[in-house]
């Protein structure tokens, strides 16, 4: 089946070409928040005001207590957790704080940025931080990971190629990222991170060091003093390791000695994405140092020791991936083929089971691109597969724009699971996808069908904006009822899966055994034709009368899969 639609006229886009948008970059710390602003691609500055230039991550909640490390708590709360929305709203009120920041420091606001974020978010974390920029009215041009921001900065100022690795140890986080910078184009080789692991893991340390008896009583009142004096401690020692400090006996070889643990830490993460990337040491021609936490001097001297001096410190550790966002700002911002020619303007995704959208190629990936996605039949015997191509940022397909219908048919008639369907999508320049579905066969070429789709083609600004502006934190729910779906089919099917192993094969279980799981598939199948969809505590639920059924149930599935593989050894 084929679906072509209008496409939009070269006038628009060259009207877009002829508009250069001002942009910022901002670097979304966890402890403290950069706005970098280039007004040429060699003209980089770190917005100030009277304030400075580090805004603090930390804003006043409605019930009028701090929330500190703001991205942070965005990123580990759990979905199941009351205080999720709490720390999406702080977000959203630290994003306004920045707002703020840019208007008093330029005299007029910029709503278009870059956003840097760790490059072990996941796409949920991601989710959260653009989301929160939107709702405090920024145009969200691109989310970059913050190593990467780095090495545009340190790449495009010295105009250096080679491989780099970028050791980036934050407030909350430490990312690492090996790229290989040729002609002005970043490839990122191997990417690793611990989003636990910062300079706030360090005051903690410090802070027990030097204070261990208030550590017992949890929300001890005296623990947030003890932890903003270790801060202090560690970074007037970083700057001036001979000067001492009023009240404090500590030394810098002590904090060494007492953070050495985490520094340990950050080094194996180094080693692993080094090896997933297939490289070693002497394949590495420096080291960028980027985050406030590489000030502390004993990182500098391990790693130069470590890597044979091929250490590379910037002025400014701290605003290096702010500049580098804002560098990237302005070259978006001057492309003509931004937005809709180098990226995909909304999320491509395929309808599957429960209306859900998986996800085949994320809002904003860089094209062209290919993917694949493997997924197998839902009921036995299921010869066709109808595959529905959605466009949106929803989680359900009935709340995406739908952009076409195909079907694989032909399928081998297989019990539930078996057949193997591999989707292969293709996104060029231009916007046109195309999809290929086809059966994975070992021995014969199995069923095929493909569909071509002019994905941008159907959008315009305004239908982009009005798809985007439909983002907001009510999509929690929209998230729940996503986990609460998949929850509830895997329960389903493991439901239907033991009954069928009684039926088939009843001589494995004794009649009180049949009886007593029977009854206990009986409970489970009422409570989850109950079930409610729209309240969080269903997921919760769900999730605990799950982890009780599989755990019942367990013990006779191996019993099954025993008995099913000595016959397979009988009878090879």
């Not at 007029?108 to 009215?137: E, N, W």
């Not at 520094?263 to 990337?277: H, K, M, N």
């Not at 940022?393 to 219908?405: D, M, P």
């Not at 004794?510 to 489970?524: D, L, M, P, R, V």
């Amino acid at each position: 089946m084929r679906i072509s639609v209008e496409s939009l006229e070269s006038k628009t886009i060259e009207q877009d070409c002829a508009v250069k948008k001002e942009a910022v970059g901002i670097d979304f710390g966890t402890t403290y928040c950069v706005v970098g602003f280039a007004s040429s691609p060699t003209q980089v500055e770190v917005l100030s005001t009277s304030y400075g230039t580090l805004i603090p991550s930390k804003v006043i909640s409605q019930e009028g207590y701090t929330i500190q490390s703001v991205k942070r708590k965005l990123a580990h709360t759990s979905l199941k957790s009351a205080q999720a929305s709490t720390y999406f709203h702080a977000a959203i009120q630290l994003f306004k704080v920045i707002a703020q920041h840019i208007r008093e420091a330029l005299g007029r606001m910029i709503s278009c940025a870059v956003i840097t974020v760790p490059a072990y978010f996941d796409d949920l974390q991601r989710s959260q931080v653009h989301k929160a920029a939107q709702s405090a009215g920024f145009e969200v041009l691109r989310l970059v990971s913050e190593p990467t921001a780095a090495a545009i900065m340190y790449g495009l100022s010295e105009s250096s190629e080679g491989k780099y690795l970028v050791y980036d140890w934050g407030g909350g986080t430490f990312d690492v990222s090996i790229l290989d910078i040729q002609d002005g184009v970043f490839k990122v080789l191997a990417t690793g991170g611990d989003t636990a692991l910062g300079g706030d893991d360090l005051d903690v340390c410090i802070a027990k060091n030097i204070a261990p008896f208030f550590w017992d009583v949890p929300s001890s009142s005296q623990q947030e003093y003890w932890i903003k004096k270790a801060r202090y401690i560690k970074e007037s020692l970083s700057v001036s390791p001979t000067n001492p400090i009023i009240d404090s006996n500590v030394t810098l070889q002590d904090i060494e000695t007492w953070c050495f643990p985490w520094f340990q830490r950050t080094l194996e993460i180094c080693e692993d994405t080094l090896a997933r990337a297939k490289l070693k040491h002497n394949d590495i021609q420096k080291i960028v140092l980027v985050g406030g936490s590489t000030r502390i001097p004993f990182v500098f001297n391990h790693l130069s020791r470590i890597w044979d001096k091929r250490v590379a410190c910037v002025l400014h550790p701290e605003y290096a991936v702010a500049q580098g966002a804002a560098l990237q700002a302005y070259h978006l911002t001057r492309t003509c083929s931004f937005l809709l020619l180098d990226v995909s303007p909304l999320t491509l995704g395929l309808e599957v089971l429960g209306g859900l959208v998986e996800t085949l190629i994320p809002r904003n990936t860089p094209l062209p691109c290919v993917c694949t996605y493997t997924f197998t039949t839902a009921a036995d015997d299921q010869t066709k597969i109808p595959l529905h191509i959605v466009q949106g940022e929803k989680e359900f397909a009935e709340n995406c724009t739908s952009l076409g219908v195909f079907e694989l048919s032909g399928i081998k008639p297989l019990p539930k699971g078996v057949p193997r369907i591999e989707l292969t999508c293709s996104l060029t320049v231009d916007g046109l996808l195309e999809l290929e579905a086809k059966e994975l066969q070992e021995k014969e070429d199995g069923a095929k069908a493909s569909l071509h789709i002019n994905t941008i083609k159907t959008l315009d600004d305004s239908h982009i904006k009005k798809e985007l502006d439909s983002l907001s934190i009510d999509d929690g729910i929209d998230v729940l009822r996503r986990i609460w779906t998949q929850k509830h089919q895997q329960a389903s099917d493991a439901l239907e899966q033991m009954k069928k192993i009684i039926h088939q094969y009843p001589y494995l279980f004794s009649e009180e055994e049949q009886s007593n799981i029977s009854q206990i598939c009986q409970t489970f199948y009422n409570f989850l034709k109950d079930s409610p969809q729209s309240m969080p505590q269903a997921v919760q639920e769900i999730s605990e009368r799950w982890d009780e059924f599989s755990a019942y149930i367990l013990p006779y599935i191996e019993r099954h899969l025993t008995h099913m593989f000595k016959k397979t050894l009988e009878n090879p």
